[in-house]
């Protein structure tokens, strides 16, 4: 057994940053920006209103003052010739500002009668004009690598960035094991149950950028598992779940090695996820995960996304933990680190009474894993505490 930093770091050791690829904008959202990109334009390209009113000259504005309404500018219109003296321009909110105006009146402070304006006795001192380039200049820079959210979309689009540079998506094959399993839908015989992590860590993954091939169940036999290996041909990262222990059907170990895999280490000391391994295989990396489910998805959180974020060239930093002090009292932690399904609740951290690797009803209830060093010391209700959200 090594610990989990350790294994961590050989894990992420056997990735490198994918491929950089160039997609449309429209399917940029949730993709990692991965070279800088500039923009392309000035936004606004020219002064503009920010409110309904009329532009004047601000040194002609005071209370009661007369202006004769020359024309009109409105988005994508602009006022075509230049304001004289005692002269304002019916203008509208994103309308250039007309040449000769530095000043809008809002609406609500004018009285209108045909062509003429009266301003009323409160104007305030703000111009209303959204000054050229307020919000970005021609040439400014979107730092790459960064997780696109949609307002950064949004602000691509703006910046006529019509084709992003992303980092290719990684494709994950997983690989579900196990005589007892169907799959969802299907009717299990009388000794089987439903293949459910699976689905839970092509949820995770998918929603954090990976593409994900879900292989059919390989059975508890060596010529199974072998033609299902070959399935995942092409993937960058190869999940196994199950058959990882030490029982007589237990075939991942052996086969995966017969078929070439250089493995890196097998069982780490964390609770649950012992019997993780991991290694290359071919061009891909094998992470083999336990078959219970709580640890299957307990590993997919703190080893595959981890690899996941350095593929997309997000850095290898490890997991956020964040604090909290605890709500109960715990006894010594024993020699693996513990990853405790626990609830935040009101500021403070319970871990749930019941810890058993099996219980996804535990595990999809809870909103953190709690992390427990190996063998840490009995703890108090209000000692702090630290967990990954999830
Ligand atoms: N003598 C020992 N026995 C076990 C040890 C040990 O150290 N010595 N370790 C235990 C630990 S810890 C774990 S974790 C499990 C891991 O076993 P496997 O990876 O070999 O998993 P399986 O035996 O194939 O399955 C375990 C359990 O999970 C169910 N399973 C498997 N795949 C799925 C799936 N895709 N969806 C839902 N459920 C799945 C399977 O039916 C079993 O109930 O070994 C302990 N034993
Ligand atoms: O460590 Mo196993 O992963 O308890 O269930």
Same mark, same amino acid.
């Given at each position: ?186 009717? !299990?015989?009388?000794?089987? *149950?439903?293949?459910?992590? =699976? &689905?839970?860590?092509? #949820? +995770?993954?998918? @929603? %954090? ?44 170990? !052996?086969?995966?090695?017969? *078929?070439?895999?250089?493995? =890196? &280490?097998?069982?780490? #000391? +964390?609770?649950? @996820? %012992? ?116």
């Amino acid at each position: 057994m090594i610990p989990v930093a350790e294994a961590l770091q050989q894990v992420l050791d056997l990735v490198a940053p994918l491929e950089v690829e160039e997609v449309p904008l429209r399917q940029a959202a949730g993709r990692v920006l991965a070279r800088d990109v500039t923009a392309t334009r000035t936004q606004p390209p020219f002064a503009a209103s920010s409110m309904d009113g009329y532009a004047l000259r601000r040194a002609e504005v005071e209370p009661d003052a007369m202006f004769k309404v020359v024309g009109e500018a409105a988005a994508g219109h602009r006022f075509e010739g230049k304001l004289k003296a005692g002269q304002a321009v019916r203008i509208f909110t994103g309308a250039p500002i007309p040449d000769g105006a530095d000043f809008v009146v809002i609406q609500e402070d004018t009285t209108r009668r045909g062509d003429l304006i009266t301003l009323g006795h409160k104007i305030g001192q703000k111009d209303n004009i959204r000054p050229a380039g307020g919000d970005f200049a021609k040439g400014q820079k979107i730092s790459a690598p960064l997780l696109l959210r949609p307002a950064d979309i949004a602000l691509l689009a703006a910046m006529n960035i019509a084709r992003v540079p992303v980092a290719r998506k990684p494709i994950i094959a997983i690989l579900a094991t196990g005589d007892e399993l169907v799959q969802p839908g299907e009717t !299990p015989a009388e000794d089987q *149950i439903v293949a459910s992590n =699976s &689905f839970g860590l092509a #949820a +995770m993954f998918e @929603g %954090k950028g990976a593409d994900v091939r879900m292989l059919p169940v390989a059975r508890d036999n060596a010529a199974s598992l072998k033609q299902a290996f070959t399935l995942a041909k092409g993937a960058d990262l190869i999940i196994t779940i199950g058959g990882a222990s030490v029982g007589d059907h237990d075939l991942v170990a !052996p086969v995966a090695a017969e *078929i070439g895999m250089e493995q =890196s &280490f097998y069982k780490v #000391a +964390m609770r649950p @996820g %012992k019997p993780l391994m991991a290694g290359r295989l071919g061009e891909a990396v094998m992470l083999g995960l336990p078959g219970n489910p709580v640890s299957a998805m307990v590993c997919g959180t703190v080893f595959g996304l981890p690899l996941l974020r350095k593929m997309l060239g997000l850095g290898s930093e490890p997991l956020l933990m964040q604090e909290a002090p605890l709500g109960v009292d715990l006894p010594q932690n024993g020699p693996r680190t513990h990853y405790m399904r626990a609830h935040l609740r009101d500021g403070q951290l319970f871990p749930d009474d019941r810890q058993d690797s099996s219980l996804l009803s535990v595990l999809a209830t809870a909103n953190a894993l709690m992390v427990r060093p190996v063998d840490d010391a009995p703890r108090k209700a209000g000692d702090t505490a630290h967990f990954i959200a999830i």
